[in-house]
């Protein structure tokens, strides 16, 4: 079993900044690739970005792509989401996800371990 624990959101401006933290609590983070993904009320789960267990790839959904970037310390076992340049479309509970990989990939899809989220709210 992996716990993820989110933290960093909150309110902000259209146009700031924040960055969201994830403790994975595994001795084995290495062996996981680590995404992030946002809800709305009412509307599915949607990839915001991934990487790899080396950090070698990472993929980014095309909403947040030149804006967002996903990074990991695996010392400290988080991930993290830094994000620029914040529209008012990003206000969303923001998940973060563990999957077990076999090779250094960045998934979309299947994760085996989600966490209990956090609130982004951009005000415009």
């Known amino acids: 079993q992996v716990q993820l624990v989110e933290s960093g959101g909150g309110l902000v401006q259209a146009g700031g900044s924040l960055r969201l933290s994830c403790l994975a609590s595994?001795?084995?983070?290495?062996?996981?690739?680590m995404g992030w993904f946002r809800q709305d009320p009412g509307q599915e789960r949607k990839f915001v970005a991934a990487?790899?267990?080396?950090?070698?790839?990472?993929d980014y959904g095309d909403s947040v792509k030149g804006r967002f970037t996903i990074s990991r310390d695996s010392a400290k076992n988080t991930v993290y989401l830094q994000m620029n340049s914040l529209k008012s479309e990003d206000t969303a509970v923001y998940y973060c996800?563990?999957?077990?990989?076999?090779?250094?990939?960045?998934?979309?899809?299947?994760?085996?371990?989600w966490g209990q989220g956090t609130q982004v709210t951009v005000s415009s």
């Open positions: 595994t001795r084995t983070f290495s062996t996981y690739a």
């Open positions: 990487i790899s267990r080396s950090s070698g790839n990472t």
């Open positions: 996800a563990a999957k077990r990989t076999y090779s250094d990939y960045a998934p979309r899809y299947e994760y085996d371990y």
